[in-house]
Antibody
Framework: EMQLLESGGGLVQPGGSLRLSCAAS????????MTWVRQAPGRGLEWVSA????????YYADSVKGRFTISRDNVKNTVSLQMNNLRAEDTALYHC?????????????????WGQGALVSVSS | DIQMTQSPSSLSASLGDGVTITCRAS??????LNWYQQKPGEAPKLLIY???VLESGVPSRFSGSGSGTEFTLTISSLQPEDFAIYYC??????????FGGGTKVEIK
């Protein structure tokens, strides 16, 4: 059975840093691109970042580019999101999400399995 | 970015009712449109992909249609487990995917 378990969330002051991790199991991890999607309290879904199966291709939303870094370890089956210079508007539940292909740059990509999420609160 | 607009933002319906949710894209996206269902306290779940295709295990009372800029999700006969928030998502401009604002389906 597929599982995605996020960790590392918490309360941080504006300008601070946090590192989220996602432990994957139940599928061949390196065969799939992974993404992070966030959901601000009472709001909709916003795509944040993605990484290809090999880890060589990474993508970021404009709202986090230059502040967030996505990485993966295909031996430990984990994907991480290093978040620096955090802002109040980054407050959200961050979901680790599996995609359907090794790459994440073609038409028709879909997000077929979501973790429960890690809560990040940015406040002074 | 491609903007996705859903309507209505919420609706109330009774068990057995048919409901339709609309999703509009700010530019043509062919049929690269997915739908997700999110129940309270749960992670979103993929419901329909590429406009029409039901994800494995999704009941046949769900259906999707559309192309270009206008899409619909239809539930033919509402069941208790269908009360949730539904999101559309375009997969035309991957990796820069975008979601609609969501439609909350509530019990009347």
């Amino acid at each position: 059975e597929m599982q995605l378990l996020e960790s590392g969330g918490g309360l941080v002051q504006p300008g601070g840093s946090l590192r989220l991790s996602c432990a994957a199991s139940g599928f061949t991890f390196s065969d799939y691109a992974m993404t992070w999607v966030r959901q601000a309290p009472g709001r909709g879904l916003e795509w944040v970042s993605a990484i290809g199966g090999s880890g060589s291709a990474t993508y970021y939303a404009d709202s986090v580019k230059g502040r967030f870094t996505i990485s993966r370890d295909n031996v430990k089956n984990t994907v991480s999101l290093q978040m620096n210079n955090l802002r109040a508007e980054d407050t959200a539940l961050y979901h680790c999400v599996k995609t359907m292909r090794e790459t994440f740059n073609g038409f028709g990509e879909r997000l077929d399995y979501w973790g429960q999420g890690a809560l990040v609160s940015v406040s002074s | 970015d491609i903007q996705m607009t859903q309507s209505p933002s919420s609706l109330s319906a009774s068990l057995g009712d048919g409901v339709t949710i609309t999703c509009r894209a700010s530019q043509r996206i062919s049929t690269y449109l997915n739908w997700y269902q999110q129940k309270p306290g749960e992670a979103p779940k993929l419901l329909i992909y590429d406009t029409f295709v039901l994800e494995s295990g999704v009941p046949s009372r769900f259906s999707g249609s559309g192309s270009g800029t206008e899409f619909t999700l239809t539930i033919s006969s509402l069941q208790p487990e269908d009360f949730a928030i539904y999101y559309c998502q375009q997969s035309y401009s991957t990796p820069f995917i975008t979601f609609g604002g969501g439609t909350k389906v509530e019990i009347k």
